[in-house]
């Protein structure tokens, strides 16, 4: 493809059209500061000294290779398959670029489609799409579907779903003057004026809660019933269209992903049949060519922006392509009973850990009566700033302290365990916060 860069008469012939004198008016809301900033950048280097600077640029963080992390709050250390690391590295598949040529994408269109079959059987439900963002943008996205699908303009959320979600769902709905509001138990909250009642499936301090009466309630209203579900959950508990939902998202940077600050993750998202056509992104679809051999392709197409533009059902782009073909690559391989084991052994982690951390003074469950997986909330003496960075001393990286997020939760960590915590980071914890919950380790 050439590159054709506008001469002067064009560029004129442009800026006449839309009534600008010149680039500079076109720009002149733009306070000056910002249209021609002094960078303060260092001299140019040679490579090899760029090299170097950049390594030691690098050398500053900290992987999660080196510590004990007990982080979780929506991104999560699992253990990444060799395969899945040789697949996306794979010339063909290295891109994120949108295979809009079926004639040349055939191998491309074939993964996505294995993806979405494979979200389907996670979820329990009957379409999927090729992929979107996050777990948060598509929860957004699905919280979109359901006022457009309605008519109607408010948004039960459960109060415990992961605060970045909710944010971003409030940002969507700001734009399109939909309220969201948030409510404990919601199935009790949710009622004929509402578009959608949304609840995560395990909810963000880790706990998991029979969601069948929610999915009714919506019903019984109306309403559009949608799942927050973590794919891992979903192998273990009974997955969300089998409740009963309308539509279940998540993050699906638990397949194959490895946590990277920035990401990338991947979005996925799964429907009802009757919902197909109020779906944003992608969707690949298996046909035949004209030869009688079966080929994929991308289908329904009028829904989106290169065909609809402003009438498209999202703003939907480019996709996470190749973070697909990550999640694919690894559900392929672990099969049902893997990842069920995966999950499995993550609880049995964290069980062991909080059994173990609640028999130390001043230790023990803020959620204590609530059913968890592989995450819980851990009530500790004093700040949990205080006590985080104690242990971060100690190489231990310990949770995230929930008053970060919830004011009201300052003497609180989130901790969660995955497959990959060993039983002597276990057993270094438990000593560590040991050591800095006498009474004179936490500086209260």
Known sequence: MAYLPNGAAERQQMLEAIGAASVEDLFASVPA?????????????????????????????????????FLGAGVYRRYVPAIVRAAVARPEFYTAYTPYQAEASQGTLQTIFEFQSMICALTGLEV???????????AAEAVMMAVAQTGRHRVVAEADLNPETLSVIRTYARGREVEVVTADGIGHAVGPEDACAVVAQPGFLGTVDDLLPVAEAARAAGAISICCADPIACA?????GELGFDIAVGDGQPLGIAPSFGGPHLGFMAVRQELMRRMPGRLVGQTHDHHGRRAYALTLQAREQHIRREKATSNICTNHA??????????????????RRVAEVSVQRAHHLAARLTRLEGIRLAEPDRPYLWEFALRVPGDAEVFAAALRREGIVAGLPLGRVDPRRGDQLL????????????????????RVAEPAGVGA
């Open 236 to 240: 273990l508990l009974v997955p969300p």
């Open 33 to 69: 500061r910002l249209r021609h900033p002094r960078l303060n950048l260092p001299p140019p280097l040679a490579e090899q000294d760029l090299v170097t600077e950049l390594e030691r640029l690098a050398a500053r963080n900290h992987p999660l290779g080196e510590l004990d992390s």
């Open 415 to 434: 901790v969660c365990c995955t497959e990959t915590t060993s039983p002597a980071s276990i057993d270094r914890y438990v000593a560590a916060a040991a």
């Open 128 to 138: 999927a799409n090729a992929s979107l963002y996050d777990g948060a943008s598509a």
């Open 322 to 339: 190749l973070t697909a073909l990550a999640a694919t690559v690894y559900m392929a391989r672990m099969g049902a009973g893997g990842m």
